[in-house]
């Protein structure tokens, strides 16, 4: 069964703790993306990678880290430097010049 | 660095009335992408515009490209309750269709049967 595969679906985070989001694709998708939704602000990029072992930071990096090691798995760590890390996290993939699949994300909250 | 934006943020309309979405780009884009996400989902791709002063159709929905690869719009003809959601355009910054994915903010679209 193909596709991209987000867990887990809902995590909570106490402040001060690292967590990290997984992202699977078995697509053989070249490109994966990670994204934050907040309400009223769209998408906006964290990280994306286009190809294994590189990955570029985008609009909002600060606070998060992530890695390409294997084509198919693009880990998303949030950190305790992340002062406002609730939100719904979204990860996509896409082959070269084409359409990005999403996962059905991650709602993070702090507790 | 790029900024897509949308306009509006919101939209209410009766079942029926039509719909417009505009995108704006700060940057040229080498190409526009539209998505939509239901109450509760994730965005899923609805079409993809390259040429400058393309326009697309599948069935009410009218896609287009501006003139100057900077703007898009969405025309949704006579709205159904099926059409609730969020509408987003998405493109790669001019020459490269790879990289970078940038999102407005998108429209909320709201429809009263």
């Known amino acids: 069964d193909g596709g991209i595969t987000q867990s887990p679906k809902y995590l909570f985070r106490k402040e001060g703790q690292n967590v990290t989001l997984s992202c699977e694709q078995n697509?053989?998708?070249?490109?994966m993306y990670w994204y934050r939704q907040d309400p009223g602000q769209g998408l906006r990029l964290i990280y994306y990678?286009?190809?294994?072992?590189?990955?570029q930071k985008g609009d909002i990096a600060e606070g998060y880290s992530v890695s390409r090691e294997k084509k198919e798995s693009f880990p998303l760590t949030v950190t305790s430097a992340q002062k406002n890390p609730t939100a719904f996290y979204l990860c996509?993939?896409?082959?070269?010049?084409?359409?990005?699949?999403f996962g059905q994300g991650t709602r993070l909250t702090v507790v | 660095g790029q900024q897509v934006m949308q306009i509006p943020q919101y939209q209410h309309v009766q079942e029926g009335e039509d719909f417009t979405t505009y995108c704006n780009s700060s940057?040229?884009?080498?190409?526009i992408q539209w998505y939509k996400q239901r109450p509760g989902g994730h965005p899923v791709f609805l079409i993809q515009?390259?040429?400058?002063?393309e326009v697309k159709k599948q069935k009410r929905l009218t896609f287009q490209f501006g003139e100057a690869k900077k703007n898009s719009s969405l025309h949704i003809t006579a709205t159904q309750t099926t059409d609730v959601g969020t509408y987003f355009c998405?493109?790669?910054?001019?020459?490269?269709?790879?990289?970078?994915?940038?999102f407005g903010q998108g429209t909320i679209l709201t429809v009263h049967p």
């Open positions: 996509a993939s896409s082959p070269t010049g084409s359409e990005a699949f």
């Open positions: 940057t040229t884009l080498s190409n």
């Open positions: 697509l053989n998708h070249d490109a």
């Open positions: 515009l390259v040429k400058s002063g």
């Open positions: 990678s286009q190809i294994v072992n590189d990955f």
């Open positions: 998405a493109g790669h910054a001019g020459g490269t269709s790879y990289g970078k994915l940038t």
